[in-house]
């Protein structure tokens, strides 16, 4: 594509005046990864400023640098042309959408956001739509998936660039939907602003990254631009159960709204629930239809996603039998409350939890399975939101009757330090400190009774430890079978 017609996108306040067009082979915001004939875009970063190596990309073959506005200090380059913009974030995504033909418009994107549940509610659409005949993609967490091609995930949503060529990828591949999990990160820094929804779901909103965000008010409004910026042809499904979710629900005057609850009137309802330790009872009631619904995923925080899923999938017109059927029988998401096999008298569930309130759907789901006592394994990530540690270690705490307080993903922060951080919060005295990710495992699984409950929580399907100077394999459920090996 001629670079002319690329930068033609742009809402550009300045061209420089000695722009040559080029056929423009590439597009990048890392000046490493620059080739000949392509356009830099120069972001301003939270530790890094792209603006410093303008010089470095030019020297690698940019003809064209996308530089901010106010950055006056940028002079005209007699190898490059210079475009300054007012935020080249949205630059970035403009020219990496119209550079990979807009896919977004070629595939029926849906965008799931919210604190909970985002994972497990695409699982269950990607489920549901193949069961159905469709080609679901999805990107998330756990992974990039399509087709018969799976792609580690370095981000729940991944930067304009690689999520512009992955939907142009899945575009190849004939795929029918997209099932996208949108952090609140990725909507904040415009990767996903040239991207047409074709519809957004929202879970739920309780405190996550206000290292980040700095405030919750913050935080809803960058999930809540996500569904202000949909079109009168998109639709929007709703937890209106959530006190965020109904102010969303509020807001919206284009596409239209299916609402799910389980404690209020709703589109799509749960009620006269029942849980036992095999599978979770209730009635549903989906618009004019009322059914029994018996799921194998446990716990109250699950049935909200069934209900997502469900109104979703009524909406995008699948057949509502079908629909049934699909989501009663799915077994489980990875590291999402997933049941260890373990020839055990206790139960082992490995899950992503690291939030207060994740923890404490997942504490009260097991304890509505289980009389006996419920051991948990958790920690919290350095370099993130301080304010939740000693939230976390009070609800654990509180719901749990034992704690073991571990190392999560330290990073570059002090361990010990953020493992005194989460004990501010605790009131009792029904817990350890067993720093050693691997020991901390091994001990629990020591400790449990027959009936017991072994919860490891925080790192779900990661496989990795992230350290201040390296980063090692580390996968919850590997360790968990082979302290039990070791145990025989």
């Known amino acids: 594509m001629r670079a002319k ?56 073959g940019a003809k064209a640098v996308v530089v901010q506005s106010s950055k006056l200090e940028v002079q005209s380059s007699k190898k ?3 475009i300054r913009v007012e935020d080249t974030r949205r630059a970035l995504a403009d020219l990496a959408a119209k550079f990979y033909g807009n896919p977004s418009w070629k595939i029926k994107v849906a965008g ?58 899945m575009v190849k591949e004939n795929a029918s939907h997209a099932i996208m999990e949108v952090s ?3 909507i904040s820094q415009n990767r996903t602003r040239a991207i047409n929804f074709h519809s957004a779901i929202f879970t739920n909103l309780t405190q996550d990254h206000l290292d980040y965000h700095k405030t919750l008010e913050d935080y809803f409004l960058a999930k809540a631009k996500l569904f202000t910026g949909l079109s009168r042809m998109a639709f929007a499904v709703i937890n209106t159960d959530d006190k965020y979710g109904r102010r969303l629900a509020g807001m919206l005057k284009g596409p239209r709204i299916i609402t799910y609850a389980i404690d209020n009137d709703a589109d799509v309802r749960a009620y006269d629930i029942r849980f036992n330790i095999s599978h979770t009872e209730f009635r549903l009631k989906a618009f004019k239809e009322d059914m029994d619904f018996k799921t194998r995923l446990m716990g109250r925080h699950n049935i909200y996603n069934i209900l997502a899923a469900y109104a979703w999938a009524c909406e995008e017109r699948l057949p509502p039998a079908l629909i049934k059927s699909c989501l009663e029988k799915y077994n489980s998401v990875p590291g999402r409350l997933e049941k260890i096999k373990s020839g055990k008298s206790f139960s082992i569930f490995v899950d992503y939890a690291h939030t207060e309130d994740a923890l404490r759907n997942v504490i009260r789901a097991l304890r509505q399975i289980s009389a006996k006592k419920i051991i948990v394994v958790f920690g919290c990530g350095g370099e993130r939101d301080k304010t939740k540690r000693p939230k976390m270690g009070r609800v654990v705490s509180e719901l749990a009757d034992y704690a073991l307080i571990t190392n999560d993903n330290p990073r570059s922060e002090d361990p010990q330090k ?7 919060g605790i009131k009792k005295d029904n817990y350890c400190i067993i720093p050693d990710r691997k020991a901390a495992i091994r001990k629990s699984l ?37 302290c039990l090996a070791s145990m025989h």
Do not use: W
């Open 112 to 169: 799931v956001t919210g604190t909970n549940g985002k994972t497990t509610i695409t699982y269950l659409i990607e489920e549901l739509l193949k069961k159905t005949g469709f080609m679901p993609a999805v990107i998330g967490t756990v992974n990039y998936r399509f087709k018969d091609k799976i792609i580690p995930s370095r981000n729940t949503t991944p930067g304009p660039l690689e999520l512009q060529s992955l939907l142009a990828d």
């Open 446 to 482: 020591s400790l449990a009774k027959a009936q017991d409950i072994v919860l490891i929580a925080g790192k779900g399907h990661e496989d990795c430890q992230i350290l201040k100077d390296e980063t090692i394999h580390f996968n919850d459920r590997e360790v968990v079978r082979e």
């Open 184 to 186: 609140s990160h990725a």
């Open 418 to 424: 953020i493992i005194e951080d989460i004990v501010k």
């Open 5 to 60: 017609e690329l930068i033609e996108s742009l809402d550009r306040r300045h061209l420089s005046s000695a722009f040559k067009d080029f056929k423009a082979e590439g597009i990048s915001c890392n000046s490493k990864e620059v080739s000949d004939n392509f356009i830099f875009v120069a972001i301003e970063g939270t530790h890094l400023d792209g603006h410093r190596f303008i010089d470095e990309a030019i020297s690698k």
């Open 80 to 82: 490059a042309s210079i």
